[in-house]
């Protein structure tokens, strides 16, 4: 199993990027993808996630910001970030789940496989 994630960069207060996961090695469509992200000096939190059915959760801090959505031709799933803030200053993770429960409990120890992650910087 791999997950590749990418679109990570610099960006103004305001601006937008979009992340993307690729999967490998499994069946993409069996699988929920999430998205997790740690700031300097705090614990990895759960961002965002879809199950399979095209189900989406998000957490209350990126809600109306954050879009994720998944191409399951392509094997990918995609975090369309807008309306950046310094606050979202992290490192960014794609991973496995299930059904998106370990995502929502922010419990990163449920994960059995992470993607490396992606620098995410939102400063002037």
């Known amino acids: 199993v791999q997950l590749q994630a990418s679109g990570g960069g610099l960006v103004q207060p305001g601006g937008s990027l979009r992340l993307s996961c690729a999967a490998s090695?499994?069946?993409?469509?069996?699988?929920?993808i999430g998205w997790f992200r740690q700031a300097p000096g705090k614990k990895r939190e759960g961002v965002s996630c879809?199950?399979?059915?095209?189900?989406?959760i998000y957490a209350d801090s990126v809600e109306g910001r954050f879009t994720i959505s998944r191409d399951n031709l392509k094997n990918t799933v995609y975090l369309q970030m807008d309306s950046l803030k310094s606050e979202d200053t992290a490192v960014y993770y794609c991973?496995?789940?299930?059904?998106?429960?370990?995502?929502?409990?922010?419990?990163?120890?449920?994960?059995?496989?992470w993607g490396k992650g992606t620098q995410v910087t939102v400063s002037s």
């Open positions: 090695g499994y069946t993409f469509d069996d699988y929920a």
């Open positions: 991973a496995r789940d299930t059904d998106c429960t370990v995502v929502a409990l922010n419990w990163e120890g449920g994960i059995d496989f």
């Open positions: 879809i199950t399979t059915s095209g189900r989406t």
